[in-house]
């Protein structure tokens, strides 16, 4: 179930209509990292407040990150969400850290991605209008396949 739960946390991040934004659906997301997270790293606080000593740097990081979203120009509200999601996040990639192995962490990599190719082929295949771009340039093309630029007169540099 753990390994399970893992792989959720690790689609959380991976799609964007789960992170991005400030919604509630993000927000709920992001509490649900955290509480998964918090509930898996307290018994194994030791190890995570080694793991924070022995990389002073790192931690520094990451608390001036969390400081820096409170001093940024958004209202008070949506700075304070930006730090909950950046609480989420920090304290699963701890849980990722302290519970696996190198070897442990690709092997769950690798069952998410497999997940989201297999999720995005069946999106591609039953949502068509999602994979392509419109009302821009390169209106007509798969999202994420380069823009071919055609010029017909001269170029300028």
């Avoid at 992170?19 to 030791?46: A, D, E, H, N």
């Avoid at 519970?99 to 591609?124: D, E, F, K, M, P």
Wanted: proline share 4%.
């Amino acid at each position: 179930m753990k390994h399970i739960l893992t792989v959720a946390g690790l689609l959380a991040f991976s799609i964007p209509y789960a992170c991005q934004g400030l919604s509630l659906r993000v927000i709920t997301i992001s509490l649900l990292v955290l509480l998964f997270s918090y509930i898996m790293l307290l018994p194994s606080l030791k190890t995570v407040i080694t793991t924070l000593a022995d990389n002073p740097m790192l931690t520094l990081l990451m608390m001036y990150i969390a400081a820096s979203c409170l001093w940024a120009e958004q209202e008070q509200t949506s700075s304070m969400l930006m730090v909950l999601k950046f609480l989420a996040f920090s304290a699963f990639g701890l849980y990722l850290v302290t519970r696996y192995t190198a070897q442990g962490c690709i092997r769950l990599l690798v069952i998410t991605l497999s997940i989201l190719s297999v999720l995005n082929l069946l999106a591609v295949l039953l949502f068509p209008s999602f994979a392509i771009h419109a009302g821009v340039e390169h209106t007509g093309l798969w999202k994420g396949s380069p823009a071919i630029k055609t010029h017909s007169g001269p170029s300028h540099c």
